[in-house]
């Protein structure tokens, strides 16, 4: 995965904020395995979600990670990487068509 | 609010389903839903732009037309041919009118009705239309005890037909699979539905939601809050009845299910099978 690429969220997703708490719902059930109809990000998954939503890179994410942990870069980027291939195999985001 | 069911052909005693007489009243609401079927042909000056589809799953597709959302029932296979029914309903669902085909036109002569849409299930209907009016359909046991309202909510196996049997001593069971929530001035209102489980007791009755409860079978019967207002959201979203779901219809039904668990007492409840979780229930 190209950290230029950049991914957007799907139109098929919604995505809130509920009492501190980043939470995705597909809008449709069946465009996810989603036995709850629901996703919820950890504190890094919410940064990544945020970014997404901006249009960033991949390499811009992984860098507004790094601001907020102490972690090497190899590692953040590949627990990118592993997050957007997850959100793009449940159709949660898709890639960016300038 | 209440349901007012208008058709071309004449309603007998044997329409309709038995269930419904409990909930069946001569005097609409201010807040009146009017299904109206029609037994015809779509009207010529409907037209559907493909551009226009808000939803599209079969057996449904949904198309926004102006002021107007038009439902049709399709095949399943391309090109997704419209048969059996199309509804018209503006954009509150405060109409519906349902135009239907002669399939449909039998069933209806044959009677015996299980819904008043003649949809394989009213919670489409309902499901969707109650969104736009502050409210929603849980998968859930409803019981009125001194006219006060608790709700267990559970998937089903959760066991509340069971806890439906420990209750209905000294309870009204409204139902024990779907029940309503709605928001009204200052209180969460609870009612039944038809659409009952494995007890057969059901009430229209309507009472003012005291607390819900999240069902857990145990071998103990204890009582207690649940850890935060998010878990309870989590388990509130995972019983939500879902129906033909839309953009707007999620923006709506996340509000209430977040304003729901953050202003109704929400608890877990572990039970057994001894029936002493009544006195539980009665205590709180």
Not at chain 2, 11 to 38: A, G, Y
Not at chain 2, 94 to 103: A, G, P, Q, R, T
Request: glycine share 6%; proline share 4%.
């Amino acid at each position: 995965m190209s950290l230029d690429k950049i991914y957007t969220p799907s139109e098929k997703i919604i995505s809130r904020d509920i009492m501190g708490t980043l939470v995705i719902v597909p809008i449709e059930s069946g465009i996810a395995d989603l036995n709850d109809a629901m996703y919820s990000f950890n504190e890094t998954g919410t940064i990544a979600w945020n970014c997404i939503e901006q249009k960033k890179t991949v390499g811009q994410i992984c860098s507004a990670i790094a601001l907020e942990y102490e972690s090497d870069m190899e590692k953040i980027e590949n627990g990118v990487k592993n997050l957007i291939t997850t959100l793009l195999e449940k159709g949660i985001i898709v890639e960016w068509k300038n | 609010m209440t349901i007012e069911v208008k058709t071309d052909l004449p309603i007998t005693d044997q329409t309709f389903d038995s269930k419904f007489l409990s909930f069946e009243t001569n005097t609409p609401l201010e807040e009146n839903i009017v299904i109206h079927h029609r037994f015809s042909e779509t009207p010529q000056d409907i037209t559907i732009d493909p551009e226009n589809r808000i939803y599209f799953r079969p057996p449904w597709a949904i198309y926004s037309a102006g002021k107007q959302w038009i439902y049709q029932w399709i095949n399943a296979e391309p090109p997704f041919h419209n048969y059996f029914r199309t509804v018209i309903t503006d954009r509150e669902h405060s109409f519906l009118d349902i135009y239907n085909d002669k399939e449909i036109e039998k069933k209806f002569l044959k009677g015996g009705l299980t819904s008043l849409t003649l949809f394989p299930t009213d919670q489409i209907l309902l499901g969707r239309l109650l969104a736009y009016r502050n409210g929603c359909i849980l998968h859930s046991l409803g019981i009125s005890l001194d006219n006060r309202g608790y709700l267990f909510v559970g998937h089903s196996s959760a066991g509340k037909s069971t806890m439906a049997g420990i209750m209905k001593k000294d309870a009204i069971i409204l139902c024990d699979d779907r029940n309503i929530i709605r928001k009204k001035d200052n209180d969460h209102i609870l009612s039944g539905t038809w659409s009952h489980g494995d007890v057969t007791d059901v009430s229209g009755k309507s009472v003012p939601l005291k607390a819900i409860l999240f069902l857990e079978k145990s071998d103990i019967n204890q009582i207690d809050p649940v850890p935060s207002e998010q878990d309870a959201f989590n388990r509130l979203l995972a019983c939500l009845i879902r129906p033909l779901e839309t953009r707007d219809w999620w923006d709506k039904s996340l509000d209430f299910l977040t304003h729901l668990s953050q202003q109704v007492p929400c608890w877990n409840l572990k039970f057994n099978k001894t029936g002493q979780v009544s006195d539980l229930i009665k205590g709180m």
